[in-house]
């Protein structure tokens, strides 16, 4: 069975710094799909990136990009100029075909000014 | 297109009563999943369905709950009866056909069962 581990429960970082997110994941299959999703106060799912476990150039947001690495099973999320918007709960998630998505327990990000 | 809707977004009911939470897919989208959000378990998938069929509802916890697709746009997720470990955010997701794709999420149902 898949698991997807987000080892950093929660994480704060200055207004316009960098931050990043770790996540690492388990599984055996080949072809996957792995997402970032952002859930703010409002509790609203919301994707901030999607990367094709086949390609190995990082997929890039704006100010939010990836670091996918497919032999150690890594799939971190770096946050450019952070902004106060940014404050959320981060959530890393693993899909293998067929649509089902596996979640991470979550890292909840703080943005100070 | 507005999005994924549910309903309602609040629910507070007393143990033992039947509860029914619904929703509306986007126009389009032939997959539809529920997912439940608790502080112990985090989000976890319940049950979802392709073309109104149901694929995989291993995530389903007992036979208190139930979902059902009638139509594209239209499904419904039931306990009875409830029980206070029921509470918990319920989400309501869906996405076009091709595999990977992006899920689009509702703003989910708050059930509390006192």
């Known amino acids: 069975a898949q698991t997807v581990t987000q080892s950093q429960p929660e994480m704060s970082v200055q207004e316009a710094e960098t931050v990043t997110l770790s996540c690492t994941y388990d599984?055996?299959?080949?072809?996957?799909?792995l997402f970032w999703y952002k859930q703010p106060p409002s509790r609203q799912m919301i994707l901030v990136i999607r990367?094709?476990?086949?390609?190995?150039q990082n997929a890039t947001e704006n100010r939010f990009s990836v670091n996918f690495q497919k032999a150690a099973k890594s799939f971190s999320l770096k946050i450019s100029d952070s902004q106060l918007g940014d404050t959320a709960m981060y959530f890393c998630?693993?899909?293998?075909?067929?649509?089902?998505?596996?979640f991470g327990q979550g890292t909840e990000l703080s943005v100070k000014p | 297109d507005a999005g994924v809707i549910q309903s309602p977004r609040h629910e507070v009911t007393e143990m033992g009563q039947e509860v029914t939470l619904r929703c509306k897919p986007i126009?389009?989208?032939?997959?539809l999943f529920w997912y439940r959000q608790t502080m112990m378990r985090g989000l976890e998938l319940l049950i979802y369905?392709?073309?109104?069929?149901?694929?995989?509802d291993s995530g389903m916890p007992e036979d208190r709950f139930s979902a059902k697709m009638p139509n594209a746009s239209f499904s419904t997720l039931k306990i009875q009866p409830s029980e206070p470990r029921d509470s918990a955010v319920y989400f309501c997701?869906?996405?076009?056909?091709?595999?990977?794709?992006?899920?689009?999420f509702g703003p989910g149902t708050r059930l509390t069962v006192t």
């Open positions: 126009s389009g989208h032939d997959y």
């Open positions: 998630a693993f899909m293998k075909n067929g649509g089902k998505l596996i």
């Open positions: 997701a869906s996405s076009p056909g091709r595999s990977g794709n992006e899920q689009y």
């Open positions: 990367q094709e476990a086949y390609k190995q």
């Open positions: 599984t055996s299959e080949s072809n996957y799909y």
């Open positions: 369905f392709n073309n109104n069929v149901p694929i995989d």
